[in-house]
Protein backbone atom coordinates (compact mmCIF):
# COMPACT_ATOMS: atom_id res chain seq x y z
CA UNK A 1 0.00 0.00 0.00
CA UNK A 2 0.86 3.75 -0.34
CA UNK A 3 2.36 5.81 2.16
CA UNK A 4 -0.75 7.57 1.80
CA UNK A 5 -2.40 5.01 3.99
CA UNK A 6 0.34 5.54 6.62
CA UNK A 7 -2.29 5.87 9.57
CA UNK A 8 -3.77 2.41 8.41
CA UNK A 9 -0.73 0.17 8.30
CA UNK A 10 -2.22 -2.00 11.45
CA UNK A 11 -5.09 -2.77 9.74
CA UNK A 12 -5.86 -5.69 7.38
CA UNK A 13 -4.97 -5.31 3.68
CA UNK A 14 -8.52 -5.52 2.69
CA UNK A 15 -9.58 -2.53 4.72
CA UNK A 16 -6.39 -0.27 3.20
CA UNK A 17 -7.19 -1.51 -0.32
CA UNK A 18 -11.24 -0.14 0.29
CA UNK A 19 -9.61 3.35 1.70
CA UNK A 20 -7.32 3.46 -1.89
CA UNK A 21 -10.28 3.03 -3.66
CA UNK A 22 -11.75 5.85 -1.92
CA UNK A 23 -8.20 7.85 -1.85
CA UNK A 24 -7.92 6.89 -5.77
CA UNK A 25 -11.26 8.33 -6.68
CA UNK A 26 -11.01 11.25 -4.71
CA UNK A 27 -14.08 9.85 -2.32
CA UNK A 28 -12.76 9.85 1.22
CA UNK A 29 -13.98 13.48 1.76
CA UNK A 30 -17.65 12.44 0.79
CA UNK A 31 -17.28 9.65 2.75
CA UNK A 32 -16.12 11.04 6.16
CA UNK A 33 -18.98 14.11 5.24
CA UNK A 34 -21.70 11.25 4.68
CA UNK A 35 -20.76 10.01 8.45
CA UNK A 36 -20.14 12.95 9.71
CA UNK A 37 -21.74 16.26 8.29
CA UNK A 38 -20.90 18.79 10.96
CA UNK A 39 -17.28 19.61 13.06
CA UNK A 40 -18.23 19.60 16.60
CA UNK A 41 -18.43 23.31 18.16
CA UNK A 42 -15.41 23.55 20.94
CA UNK A 43 -13.58 25.85 19.55
CA UNK A 44 -11.62 27.11 22.56
CA UNK A 45 -9.38 25.78 25.25
CA UNK A 46 -12.29 26.25 27.98
CA UNK A 47 -14.62 24.87 26.49
CA UNK A 48 -12.16 21.57 25.85
CA UNK A 49 -11.86 22.06 29.42
CA UNK A 50 -15.65 21.77 29.95
CA UNK A 51 -16.21 18.71 27.80
CA UNK A 52 -13.58 16.62 28.99
CA UNK A 53 -14.21 17.40 32.75
CA UNK A 54 -17.64 16.41 31.67
CA UNK A 55 -16.88 12.79 30.26
CA UNK A 56 -14.28 12.70 33.08
CA UNK A 57 -16.91 13.38 35.62
CA UNK A 58 -19.22 10.38 34.24
CA UNK A 59 -16.77 7.95 33.79
CA UNK A 60 -13.56 8.76 36.32
CA UNK A 61 -15.31 10.41 39.10
CA UNK A 62 -12.30 8.75 41.49
CA UNK A 63 -9.30 9.34 39.40
CA UNK A 64 -6.83 12.42 39.84
CA UNK A 65 -8.10 15.94 39.12
CA UNK A 66 -6.90 17.64 35.48
CA UNK A 67 -4.66 20.60 35.63
CA UNK A 68 -5.07 21.49 32.10
CA UNK A 69 -6.70 21.09 29.19
CA UNK A 70 -6.14 22.65 25.60
CA UNK A 71 -5.51 22.00 21.88
CA UNK A 72 -2.01 22.26 21.31
CA UNK A 73 -0.19 23.14 18.15
CA UNK A 74 2.75 21.44 18.89
CA UNK A 75 1.28 18.54 18.59
CA UNK A 76 2.06 16.92 14.72
CA UNK A 77 0.52 14.05 14.11
CA UNK A 78 3.79 13.22 12.28
CA UNK A 79 5.23 12.08 15.78
CA UNK A 80 1.98 9.44 15.48
CA UNK A 81 0.22 11.53 18.53
CA UNK A 82 -3.35 13.51 18.15
CA UNK A 83 -3.38 14.21 22.05
CA UNK A 84 -0.79 14.29 24.59
CA UNK A 85 -1.69 12.75 28.70
CA UNK A 86 1.27 13.99 31.06
CA UNK A 87 2.13 13.58 34.41
CA UNK A 88 4.39 15.90 35.86
CA UNK A 89 5.86 15.41 39.94
CA UNK A 90 7.49 17.80 41.50
CA UNK A 91 8.46 18.23 45.11
CA UNK A 92 7.11 21.49 46.24
CA UNK A 93 7.58 22.70 49.93
CA UNK A 94 8.49 18.77 50.99
CA UNK A 95 5.52 17.69 49.89
CA UNK A 96 5.35 15.46 45.97
CA UNK A 97 3.09 17.87 43.41
CA UNK A 98 1.75 15.83 40.71
CA UNK A 99 -0.18 17.59 37.84
CA UNK A 100 -2.59 15.90 35.36
CA UNK A 101 -2.45 18.00 31.75
CA UNK A 102 -4.46 16.74 28.49
CA UNK A 103 -3.23 18.01 25.53
CA UNK A 104 -5.71 17.69 21.92
CA UNK A 105 -3.38 18.46 18.78
CA UNK A 106 -5.20 21.88 17.46
CA UNK A 107 -5.78 19.86 14.28
CA UNK A 108 -8.93 18.51 15.25
CA UNK A 109 -10.49 22.08 16.35
CA UNK A 110 -11.99 21.53 12.98
CA UNK A 111 -13.11 17.83 13.41
CA UNK A 112 -16.47 16.09 14.59
CA UNK A 113 -17.31 15.55 17.61
CA UNK A 114 -17.02 12.22 17.59
CA UNK A 115 -13.25 12.16 16.86
CA UNK A 116 -13.30 14.58 19.57
CA UNK A 117 -14.58 12.25 21.83
CA UNK A 118 -12.26 9.48 20.92
CA UNK A 119 -9.31 10.93 21.92
CA UNK A 120 -10.47 13.05 24.73
CA UNK A 121 -11.83 9.83 26.13
CA UNK A 122 -7.80 7.76 25.03
CA UNK A 123 -6.23 10.64 27.03
CA UNK A 124 -8.75 10.09 30.02
CA UNK A 125 -8.27 6.59 29.95
CA UNK A 126 -4.09 7.31 30.67
CA UNK A 127 -5.40 8.66 34.44
CA UNK A 128 -5.89 5.27 34.94
CA UNK A 129 -3.58 2.96 32.31
CA UNK A 130 -0.40 4.74 31.58
CA UNK A 131 -0.09 1.54 29.07
CA UNK A 132 -1.89 0.64 25.67
CA UNK A 133 -2.58 -2.53 27.12
CA UNK A 134 -5.92 -4.40 27.24
CA UNK A 135 -7.17 -2.94 30.62
CA UNK A 136 -6.52 0.38 28.94
CA UNK A 137 -8.69 -0.38 25.75
CA UNK A 138 -11.36 -1.66 27.85
CA UNK A 139 -11.70 1.02 29.60
CA UNK A 140 -11.63 3.36 26.28
CA UNK A 141 -14.71 1.52 25.40
CA UNK A 142 -16.35 1.82 28.90
CA UNK A 143 -16.22 5.42 28.10
CA UNK A 144 -17.05 5.33 24.36
CA UNK A 145 -18.47 1.76 23.18
CA UNK A 146 -17.85 2.25 19.68
CA UNK A 147 -14.01 3.89 20.66
CA UNK A 148 -12.63 1.17 17.63
CA UNK A 149 -14.86 2.79 14.97
CA UNK A 150 -13.97 6.15 16.04
CA UNK A 151 -10.14 5.28 15.84
CA UNK A 152 -10.41 3.72 12.43
CA UNK A 153 -12.58 6.85 11.28
CA UNK A 154 -9.64 9.40 12.77
CA UNK A 155 -7.29 7.77 10.97
CA UNK A 156 -9.17 7.80 7.68
CA UNK A 157 -9.94 11.71 8.99
CA UNK A 158 -5.85 12.70 9.07
CA UNK A 159 -5.81 10.14 5.71
CA UNK A 160 -7.94 13.01 3.99
CA UNK A 161 -6.62 15.86 5.73
CA UNK A 162 -2.91 15.35 4.61
CA UNK A 163 -3.55 14.06 0.91
CA UNK A 164 -6.86 16.59 0.11
CA UNK A 165 -7.16 19.04 3.07
CA UNK A 166 -9.65 19.94 5.17
CA UNK A 167 -13.37 18.79 4.47
CA UNK A 168 -14.97 21.61 7.07
Do not use: W
Not at 20 to 34: A, I, K, T, Y
Not at 96 to 116: D, G, H, T, V
Not at 127 to 134: A, P
Amino acid sequence: MSSILKYLTAYPEHLQAQVQRLVDQNQLGSFLLERYPLPHGIKNDGALRDYTLDIKQRYLRKSDPLSKVIFDNRIHVVNNALGLHTYLSRVQGGKLKSKNEIRISSLFKQAPEELLNMIVVHELAHLKEKDHNKNFYQLCQHMQPNYHQLEFDTRLYLTQIETFGAIY
